[in-house]
């Protein structure tokens, strides 16, 4: 791990309204800082890829770019030849940038972009770029007239997009209750050019399982969905397809795939 002092941004001020009873009093107060980090890695000889930009308080940044990799499966922890910040000399805040350097060569090959509810409209948004792999698409879905009146606040993605994909794409919702099931169902409906799996279950809505440990039954289809697309695990492909496949035992889950070979 590099020795290189933490960042001195933990926190901001803010102009906050007091209550005091009756009385409001307009204040300058300290707030604990939020700054967006993003995770670099490299082999020897290699240029620095960027993996992903996260949001952090400031501090422990070296813990946090290693543990991500770790967790997302990109390294095995054995490998981590330096962590450190990213050039001064080449960044306007290179304590917002951290690069671990491996000790083999880092394969950028796979990439996969997912996102829940807004994020998932955010990851559409980007799909279309070559780099990317595989799409999923959490309690998320187009709206038919983003930008509308009384429509949620979010990126504008119109339907059309779902023309530029190029890569397999998967959808995980709850059922009815989940405010995204119909724009996830239509989404799905309209792909015609690329792979694609649906996924809905039961007794869910939009928050999804995602407080439960491990993520819970959703946490369970994003393993075997990046075992499969990415690992290439016969195992992992059987929990998706076929009328009789693993997911397909619950009958809580409702499954549904198209182009897939």
């Known amino acids: 791990m590099s020795d290189a002092p933490p960042p001195i941004r933990h926190i901001a001020s803010a102009r906050i309204v007091a209550v005091r009873g009756r009385d409001l ?14 995770i670099r890695a490299a082999g020897p000889r290699q240029d620095p890829v960027a993996i992903a930009v996260t949001m952090r308080t400031p501090g422990h940044e070296n813990e946090l770019a290693v543990g991500f990799l770790r967790t997302e499966g990109l390294i095995d922890g054995t490998e981590i030849r330096s962590v450190a910040f990213g050039d001064p000399g080449h ?19 796979k990439i996969a972009v997912m996102g829940m509810s807004c994020g998932g409209i955010q990851a559409l948004a980007v799909a279309a770029d070559p780099r990317i792999k595989l799409v999923g698409i959490w309690n998320s879905g187009i709206l038919n007239a983003p930008g509308a009146a009384g429509a949620p606040a ?25 405010i995204a099931h119909d724009n996830a169902m239509d989404d799905y409906m309209r792909i015609t ?19 439960q440990p491990n993520g819970g039954e959703f946490g369970k289809v994003a393993v075997a969905m990046l075992k499969w ?33």
């Open 154 to 178: 979010m990126e504008d993605v119109r339907k059309e997009q779902l023309e530029k994909l190029h890569s397999p794409i998967f959808y995980v919702n709850g059922d009815k209750t989940d």
């Open 193 to 211: 050019k690329v792979p694609a799996i649906q996924l809905w279950r039961e007794g869910v809505g939009h928050g999804g399982t995602y407080s």
């Open 91 to 109: 960044l306007s805040a290179p304590d917002d940038t951290v690069i671990v350097r491996l000790n083999r060569a880092f394969d950028p090959s």
């Open 229 to 261: 697309q990415f690992m290439g695990d016969k195992a992992a492909k059987k929990m998706f397809i076929g009328s009789n496949c693993g997911f397909c035992q619950d009958p809580k889950w409702h499954v549904a795939s198209k182009g897939i070979k």
């Open 25 to 38: 009093e307009v204040r300058e107060d300290r707030v604990v800082a939020e700054e967006p980090l993003e």
